[in-house]
């Protein structure tokens, strides 16, 4: 199985099991899925642009992308919102939908990957 099919599998996994987690009304579940699967997403991403992990905390990830020159203000945005602590009803402010964030995570980041940093074939390693 190549690394693309690995980080792939793993991560659409951790965000079938958020989905599930929110259908089950356990949103504390689904948010720490869908950053689990933020944090894969962001190893892959690393990877790919040949950029050392930092290991497998998935913070120190968070913070990797989130100082890196090229990342947009949206990605940094969302990794704004996965690092937020949950106040005191266990809740992220209204607005905050990590699920959809995530998503939105894995658009940018491997689209503008593809684009930017591989050359000819390079993404199926």
């Known amino acids: 199985m190549s690394n693309k099919a690995e980080w792939k599998r793993l991560f659409d996994e951790e965000m079938r099991q958020a989905e599930k987690a929110r259908f089950d009304k356990n949103e504390g579940r689904a948010r720490v899925c869908a950053r689990r699967a ?34 947009s203000t949206e990605t940094k945005q969302i990794i ?18 990590l699920i959809v964030e995530v998503r939105q995570l894995e658009q940018e980041l491997m689209s503008s990957d593809v684009s930017r940093h591989l050359e000819g074939g390079e993404e199926s390693k």
């Open 38 to 71: 933020a944090g894969i997403l962001i190893g892959a991403y690393l990877s790919r642009r040949k950029i050392p992990k930092p290991g497998i905390s998935v913070i120190e990830r968070f913070r990797v992308l989130e100082n890196l020159p090229d990342i």
């Open 80 to 97: 704004h919102h996965l690092l937020l602590r949950v106040d005191h009803e266990h809740t992220l402010p209204a607005a905050v939908d």
